[in-house]
Every structure is written in structure tokens, then in C-alpha cells.
């Protein structure tokens, strides 16, 4: 079955760029998604399509996918965005989660 | 504003069955994808199946001999039936939708958690 591997956590210091990747076998010929999850919180959409934006979504949250590797990246990063992020994409009609990544901030 | 709320009990016996529905408002179950994902305590997201077009459903490989979904459109209700529990079904269950064309999801439900237990 398809997987989508992400790390397991990713530091970053407030105001500098945290990068969260998502890894499957070409995953750059899919459609990727991003969630945002914070503790007790269902998952928001942060970027849909490789890298559009819902609106309400600060801009500072931006998307890339290409090859094998769809990468989430959050620009000028704030204490508020520590959170678990998830990846996901479609393989044979199903739905498939990274296994996520608690980004945090400090 | 679509709104998902899921319900159903809290606490299910080993062996029997989880049943679970998702009450959309603000707008129609009719041509959209309706899905349940669920999440163990402290653990990632696992997407269960989900039903479109009026009944046509497809579920996770790892959990489709036990997933049944349904849908009641007269009640804008879908449902989730897992079979033959064990502690390892112990999560929170969301219930969630993809829009036709979409391969994302828009919508989610607050979550509801069930834990298996005598």
C-alpha cells in the first residue's frame, strides 16, 4: 500500500522558516494536502492542490510538491503555529496520512 | 456554513460492534465525498473509508473486512459500523468531507473519541 512518510518533529526559532516534508513514490504526479492540527483541535486545511492557500490561511504558510517529496513550508513562523502538521494524497481511490510532524517553536 | 457532528456511545465492549453518525447541516450529503478518519490517543490520522454517489463506498485495505459505511439522505446522516473491536480501535473517530473534483478535506467534525473496554 502507498505511504507518506514525514519526520517525526521539526524545530524552528520564531520568525525563522520551518520546512515540514512528506515523502512517497511519486508523489509529485499527485495532488498533496496539508493539515494543521493543534492539541484537542480537528485538522485544518493549510494548503490544498501542492500549494494553494484556503482562504483565512495566513499567507506565511506556503506549498511545493514535486519528484517524490511534497514539502509544507511556514515562513517568519510564530509561537502559534506549533502544532502537529499532516500530509495527505489520494493513491488508487484512496485517502492516504503522513504519519505527521509536531513542529515546534522555540 | 456545512457543519459535521459526529454521535454515538463512548464506550464499546471487545468484540462488538462501533457504530457511529455524522449529522451534516448546511447543506446536502448528495454530491460530495463522505468520509470517516479516525485517531488513536496520541497517535496520527488514519483515514477509515468513505461513501459517495448515493451509496457507492471505498474503504481502507487494512480495516475493510470490518467497515461498513452508510448513508441516510432523507436524515443528511452517514454511519460508520466497525466490527469486532478490540483496544486497537480506541481513538477519536472524525467524520469529514471532499468535495467532487477535490482531494482534500473541507469539512470536519469536532471528533467524537470511543474507547474500547469492558
Redesign the interface.
Known amino acids: 500500500?502507498y505511504e507518506l512518510t514525514q519526520p517525526p518533529s521539526v524545530s524552528v526559532s520564531p520568525g525563522q522558516t520551518a520546512r515540514i516534508t512528506c515523502s512517497g513514490d511519486k508523489l509529485g504526479d499527485?495532488?498533496a494536502?496539508w493539515?494543521q492540527?493543534r492539541p484537542g483541535q480537528?485538522?485544518?486545511?493549510v494548503i490544498?492542490?501542492d500549494s494553494k492557500r484556503?482562504s483565512g490561511i495566513p499567507e506565511r504558510f506556503s506549498g511545493s510538491n514535486s519528484g517524490n517529496t511534497a514539502t509544507l513550508t511556514i515562513s517568519g513562523t510564530q509561537a502559534m503555529d506549533e502544532a502537529d502538521y499532516?500530509c495527505?494524497?489520494?493513491d488508487s481511490?484512496?485517502?492516504?496520512?503522513?504519519?505527521?510532524t509536531k513542529l515546534i517553536v522555540l | 456554513q456545512v457543519q459535521l457532528q459526529e454521535s454515538g456511545p463512548g464506550l464499546v465492549k471487545p468484540s462488538e460492534t462501533l457504530s457511529l453518525t455524522c449529522t451534516v447541516s448546511g447543506g446536502s450529503i448528495s454530491s460530495y465525498f463522505w468520509?470517516w478518519?479516525r485517531q488513536p490517543p496520541g497517535k496520527?490520522?488514519?483515514?477509515i473509508g468513505?461513501i459517495y454517489d448515493n451509496g457507492r463506498t471505498?474503504y481502507?485495505?487494512?480495516l475493510k473486512s470490518r467497515v461498513t459505511i452508510s448513508a441516510d439522505t432523507s436524515e443528511n446522516q452517514f454511519s460508520l459500523k466497525l466490527s469486532s473491536v478490540t483496544a486497537a480501535d480506541t481513538a477519536v473517530y472524525?467524520c469529514a468531507r471532499v468535495a467532487v473534483g477535490?482531494?482534500?478535506?473541507?469539512y470536519?467534525?469536532?471528533?467524537t473519541l470511543v474507547t474500547v473496554s469492558t
Open positions: 500500500s499527485k495532488y494536502c493539515y492540527q480537528s485538522p485544518v486545511l490544498y492542490q484556503p499532516y495527505q494524497a489520494w481511490s484512496h485517502v492516504v496520512f503522513g504519519g505527521g | 468520509s478518519i496520527g490520522l488514519e483515514w468513505y471505498n481502507s485495505p487494512s472524525y477535490a482531494t482534500n478535506f473541507d470536519w467534525g469536532q471528533g
